[in-house]
Every structure is written in C-alpha cells, then in structure tokens.
C-alpha cells in the first residue's frame, strides 16, 4: 500500500525534526518518567545519572561527552551535573 509507505516516511521525518512527541531543553534538572528516543547535547555536558531500558551498563555512561553528540536508545531518566540538552520524545 503505497499510502502505508508515505505515511511512514511522514512520521519518520516528523520524528526526525523533533515533532513527533516534542521536544524537552534541558540543564542540570533531573528528567525522570521520561520517554526518550535520543538526546543531542549542545554544548559539552556531564551526565550524572542515565537509565536506558532494556540495556545493560547504563552506568558506564556518567560521563563527559562533548557538545555535538547524539544520544539514541530508550533513555527514561537522565540527570546533567552541567550542560545544555535537547531530548526527543517518542
């Protein structure tokens, strides 16, 4: 069905510009109960806290990483000791 297929390639570019589920800025305050499908930092943070379902080693994450990087998987909480963070949600 060629409607199916244009309709994914819709949802998938709306996901893609962050307009699917929205979008959370965020700073130093803890994201928790969230529904994440990626994070890009904006400038060089810290992550302090990090929980991604169904992954192990989550812990090897609290980290610095620099500005610039994406973050994919199914991240529901996340806490910055500094930095600026753009979230995706699903």
């Known amino acids: 069905n060629k409607k199916m297929g244009i309709k994914n390639t819709q949802a998938l570019l709306n996901e893609q510009l962050g307009q699917l589920g929205g979008v959370d800025i965020f700073t130093t305050a803890a994201q928790t109960s969230k529904d994440y499908y990626a994070i890009y930092f904006v400038k060089e943070s810290v992550i302090s806290t990090i929980t991604i ?8 994450l609290h980290t610095t990483v620099d500005a610039g990087m994406t973050l994919f998987g199914k991240i529901t909480a996340i806490t910055l000791t500094s930095g600026l963070a753009i979230a995706y949600k699903n």
């Open 53 to 60: 379902t169904d992954s192990t080693g989550s812990s090897n």
